[in-house]
């Protein structure tokens, strides 16, 4: 058994699943595969350094529950490793949440042993899952239906919730467990449930794989083996992915953006799991996005037909086309009907004036001048004969129906279709400043257009000059 032994020993310092003076909270549900974990463990801790602290769940869903639990306390003092105790109340739990049996006993399970582990000052928790179990994990992924990540199957070792979940026997058939439970005389318990079919993966286990070895006798190692492969080659595209998220995202107000031909740029696998990232950094607590949901986004953006559309991301996230900008929102995009309105009054001898309403404010500052001064340096100023102006000038955001006679074009028209020729994002459009007079003709929007009210350069005049910068 010392060849075991050093098998994880090897394991662990080659994943990094422990160090010196670390507290490992170890998962016992009686089972040979926890029972030999806890057993190496309580062998490996000392000359690795390391604590060891038991945790065992009572699911209250089996008569054989209490046997077992008294099992495992007995094997805890026989190691002198203390054990942490709690009975849960599955089916109380399960009727709150909807959930499955199996999948509301999950829940409970690693909750207490998330709680267990902050109480106790438990950098680790080390779970029983061994290359069986990862072999039926990939299998049953593959049938349900996964990508790269789901083929990678379970991780030796990963983050959750501030502890790291280690499994160090995930490379060890259960065999050579019972074997070393029988070796070391350990007593441990069968789960009865573990021969219902009713259960995917015990069909899977007791029906599926004896029949696909038939076909391959060394099925269970290549199933191993396509998970390491697949676990490896997904950290490097996870990997590359963070770095093109470092990169093309940009945070706003409510969310993330970036870029379409950015997204549009990269290889279709990057597309994929960068909209995948995205969701997941604006839903940290989102389980997964389906295939069909990233692809139905990475195909509208590929779309060359819509400028300007929204649609349902999940987990009350909006994903927005805004011409050539993509954004990504925890809430909904303001339509201008919700938009709040502002309106503010200007005098003759106003100096400047700051539009907080914009993203990002706006700073207006008037100046007067003999006529006949520069023209306007760019579309941020205005020049206008004071002569013509009636004041109060007002400076607003857009109302249905508005107007303007643009400068060099007969009539009028509407300021959406200016916003839809100059390509203004819809977010933008409600909360962008129009200038007025006092009687209600539409003078200039900055940045956008001017009307041909109130021109400058009369001989003898006066003019105003109105400059708009952001703040």
């Not at 076909?215 to 770095?243: F, H, I, K, V, W």
């Not at 309105?341 to 100096?351: C, G, L, P, T």
């Not at 993203?359 to 340096?377: E, N, Q, T």
Request: glycine residues 6%; neutral net charge.
């Amino acid at each position: 058994m010392n060849q075991l032994l050093n098998e994880i020993s090897a394991t662990a310092a080659r994943e990094g699943l422990w160090r010196a003076g670390e507290r490992i909270l170890v998962a016992v549900s009686g089972g040979p595969d926890s029972v030999a974990l806890l057993h190496i463990l309580s062998q490996l801790a000392e000359r690795e350094r390391f604590l060891l602290t038991a945790a065992h769940i009572h699911h209250g869903l089996r008569q054989a529950s209490d046997q077992e639990a008294e099992a495992v306390q007995q094997l805890c003092q026989s190691l002198s490793i203390a054990c942490e105790y709690e009975r849960l109340d599955v089916p109380a739990h399960k009727q709150r949440s909807g959930l499955s049996t199996q999948l509301a006993a999950r829940e409970l399970r690693y909750r207490f042993l998330h709680e267990t582990a902050e109480r106790i000052g438990a950098s680790r928790i080390a779970l029983g899952h061994h290359a069986d179990d990862q072999a039926e994990t990939v299998l049953m992924r593959v049938l349900r239906g996964t990508g790269l990540s789901g083929l990678a199957g379970m991780k030796m070792r990963r983050s959750d919730h501030g502890v790291e979940l280690i499994r160090p026997l995930l490379a060890m058939p259960k065999s050579k467990l019972i074997e070393y439970c029988e070796v070391q005389g350990l007593i441990y318990s069968e789960d009865a449930s573990n021969t219902d079919r009713h259960y995917l993966r015990n069909a899977l286990r007791l029906d599926v794989m004896p029949q696909l070895q038939t076909y391959n006798p060394e099925l269970r190692e290549a199933l191993c083996r396509l998970g390491e492969m697949a676990s490896q080659e997904d950290d490097l595209l996870q990997s590359q992915t963070e770095q093109c998220y470092k990169r093309l995202v940009r945070p706003e107000k409510d969310g993330l953006s970036m870029d379409r031909q950015d997204l549009l740029g990269l290889h279709v696998a990057l597309q994929r799991r960068l909209i995948k990232l995205i969701l997941y950094y604006l839903s940290p607590e989102r389980d997964s996005t389906s295939y069909e949901r990233v692809e139905a986004m990475r195909m509208a953006v590929a779309d060359e037909s819509q400028t300007t559309w929204r649609t349902d991301a999940g987990d009350g996230i909006r994903f927005a086309r805004e011409y050539e900008r993509l954004h990504w929102l925890r809430s909904n995009l303001h339509m201008a009907s919700e938009v709040p309105k502002y309106q503010y009054e200007v005098s003759a001898h106003a100096r400047e004036l700051i539009i907080r309403e914009t993203d990002p404010p706006m700073v207006f500052s008037f100046h007067s001048a003999d006529a006949g001064s520069s023209k306007p340096a760019n579309r941020y100023e205005a020049v206008f004969d004071v002569q013509a102006l009636h004041f109060p000038l007002t400076i607003r955001n857009r109302r249905p129906g508005d107007r303007m006679a643009v400068l060099g074009l007969e009539g009028t028209k509407k300021v959406q279709d200016m916003f839809v020729d100059d390509k203004i994002p819809p977010s933008q459009r409600g909360t962008l400043p129009i200038v007025c007079d006092a009687d209600g003709k539409l003078l200039w929007i900055p940045g956008i257009r001017r009307s041909s009210h109130a021109l400058a350069g009369l001989p003898g005049g006066a003019e105003l000059r109105i400059r708009v910068q952001f703040a």
